[in-house]
């Protein structure tokens, strides 16, 4: 299988000290670029890959994982899964929401190191198991081992998820249980109450919402260390507010100022990267 770095190493004779400055040089660059309210803390190592997904029906499907700075690819962390939202792929969650300079952020503050590993799970796939594949079980089946061979601790995964991914976390959630999730961080959620209100593309029929409407699922998530977050400039902002409503506790996070969009993704970032930090196992 490929793997890509996302930093090209220079060698050669002077190449420790030419590499130090080149990098030096470049993140500058970069952090001057970054919206505002992204840290421009340096961040880790990452690797890149893609598999052939059969759950997904023979889909090329790329992936990322971001280490925070002082470890390294291999070293054993916790994981957090992150799934995207509609029309994103597994380079949105660095690239868009800059998790891994959240993360790298938070690690210097004293949180405690782990790893955000995001998979393409397709453009309108919403996470759960459809006629042209299964991006649910394609996380628990091939994802999650891949990021185990590659040494980390994937018995109790956190999970986070934006809008699509964030309806993707809930459910994923409740098809896993309590015993295999560390956490579970559901962002602006695409969540509905009836199979009429949904957007179109998100489920085959009225009868693939049923099986897999998040509401009624609700029981199964009860016990878990749970985050929803959503804006409330948000058209998903009243179900959100249900379904904070109808779990018990009521979760973590809340109704905040802000849109379905990314300025207010970044915003939650800091806080959802800490929540996840403090309920893996010890």
């Avoid at 409407?213 to 959503?230: H, Q, T």
């Amino acid at each position: 299988m490929a793997e890509i770095s996302r930093r090209t190493l220079l060698v050669g004779a002077i190449g420790t000290v030419a590499a130090a400055g080149a990098g030096a040089l470049a993140y500058d660059r970069a952090a001057h670029q970054l919206p505002p309210g992204v840290p421009g803390t340096a961040t880790g190592p990452s690797t890149s890959g893609r598999f052939t997904s059969a759950r997904r029906g023979g889909v090329d499907t790329g992936w990322t994982v971001a280490y925070p700075p002082g470890t390294r690819p291999g070293d054993r962390l916790p994981v957090l899964v992150v799934l995207h939202g509609r029309g994103a792929d597994h380079r949105s969650a660095f690239d868009d929401l800059h998790l891994d300079r959240f993360l790298a952020a938070g690690v210097s503050h004293g949180m405690r190191p782990f790893a955000v590993a995001s998979v393409d799970g397709g453009d309108h796939s919403y996470w759960h198991p459809r006629r042209d594949g299964d991006a649910a079980g394609m996380v628990v089946e091939e994802f999650l081992p891949l990021l185990g061979r590659r040494g980390l601790e994937v018995a109790r995964p956190a999970l986070l998820g934006w809008s699509m991914g964030g309806y993707g976390a809930l459910y994923l959630a409740s098809r896993l249980g309590r015993s295999a999730v560390a956490s579970v961080v559901a962002e602006s959620p695409a969540v509905w109450h009836q199979a009429g209100q949904s957007a179109s593309g998100a489920f085959d029929d009225a009868a693939d919402f049923n099986a897999h409407a998040i509401f009624p699922r609700l029981g199964l998530l009860r016990g878990m260390a749970l985050r929803v977050d959503c804006g409330d400039a948000d058209g998903f902002a009243p179900v959100t507010r249900d379904l904070r409503a109808a779990l018990s506790p009521t979760p973590a996070g809340g109704i905040e100022p802000g849109g379905h969009d990314a300025t207010y993704w970044r915003s939650q970032a800091a806080a959802q990267l800490a929540f996840v930090a403090t309920h893996f196992p010890a």
